[in-house]
């Protein structure tokens, strides 16, 4: 098991290596492979783009994320003009059903809501709007109501899971519950981790992937 030292070296030389991010801002802290970032960056997409980056560092547990956005003086941005760019963004994206998705902005967080019928759409919903300036941070509450009548086939997830090169799916157990499955076993890092829950969502007829993966240090 690595030290808190060492873990802080290989987190902070993992951030040095993103282009979009500049070490100087984020500030780096380890307790026993928990993670936690602090500092302050000018746009959400960095934000996002350290945590990312942190969590496929072997030895992290947790990633606790307490960057705060602050933007260059720009001159001012209102709720109502993010949320108009938002809505624009939406209408010219063939991966969002814009007329399913609600969209509230308060002191420049966005909040989402409505359902869609894909995971992927409201992974979309989300992306589309991190390099916003103005935007602060994304709530996304957009569920998935999955429109396939077919039994979701487990055999078809493990497979899926089996072709992923970054993840050891004999570790890994699939349940399935109808519309819901369950993910459990365990992984290396944290980015295993959302790995496999991704592939779980690309299954047809998925509204909900219970994630109960647990790190292992001794995994191998």
């Known amino acids: 098991m690595k030290t808190n030292e060492a873990l802080q070296k290989d987190v902070q030389d993992a951030i040095k290596w993103e282009p979009l991010l500049h070490a100087a801002e984020i500030g780096v802290i380890v307790n026993d492979g928990i993670v936690t970032l602090t500092g302050t960056v000018d746009?959400?997409?960095?934000?996002?783009?350290?945590?990312?980056?942190?969590?496929?560092?072997?030895?992290?547990?947790?990633?606790?994320?307490?960057?705060?956005?602050?933007?260059?003086?720009i001159g001012p941005k209102t709720?109502?003009?993010?949320?108009?760019?938002?809505?624009?963004?939406?209408?010219?994206?063939?991966?969002?059903?814009?007329?399913?998705?609600?969209?509230?902005?308060?002191?420049?967080?966005?909040?989402?809501d409505g359902e869609v019928d894909w995971n992927y759409q409201k992974d979309a919903a989300k992306n589309l709007i991190c390099d916003l300036i103005g935007?602060?941070?994304?709530?996304?509450?957009?569920?998935?109501?999955?429109?396939v009548q077919d039994e979701i086939e487990?055999?078809?997830?493990e497979r899926a899971l089996d072709r992923n090169w970054s993840i050891n799916s004999s570790k890994i157990s699939v349940k399935v519950s109808g519309s819901k499955i369950t993910?459990?076993?365990?992984?290396?890092?944290?980015?295993?981790?959302?790995?496999?829950?991704?592939?779980?969502?690309?299954?047809?007829?998925?509204?909900n992937v219970v994630n109960d993966l647990v790190l292992d240090n001794n995994y191998c």
């Open 154 to 157: 487990r055999k078809s997830i």
């Open 135 to 147: 935007t602060k941070g994304i709530i996304n509450n957009i569920k998935i109501k999955a429109d």
């Open 79 to 112: 709720d109502n003009d993010i949320a108009s760019e938002i809505v624009s963004a939406y209408k010219w994206n063939w991966k969002i059903p814009n007329d399913k998705i609600q969209v509230k902005v308060e002191n420049g967080w966005v909040n989402l």
């Open 43 to 73: 746009n959400y997409t960095k934000k996002r783009e350290a945590e990312h980056a942190v969590k496929s560092v072997q030895g992290v547990k947790a990633v606790v994320e307490k960057i705060e956005v602050i933007f260059p003086n």
């Open 183 to 207: 993910l459990s076993g365990s992984v290396k890092t944290p980015y295993q981790k959302d790995e496999a829950s991704r592939i779980a969502w690309n299954a047809p007829g998925v509204s």
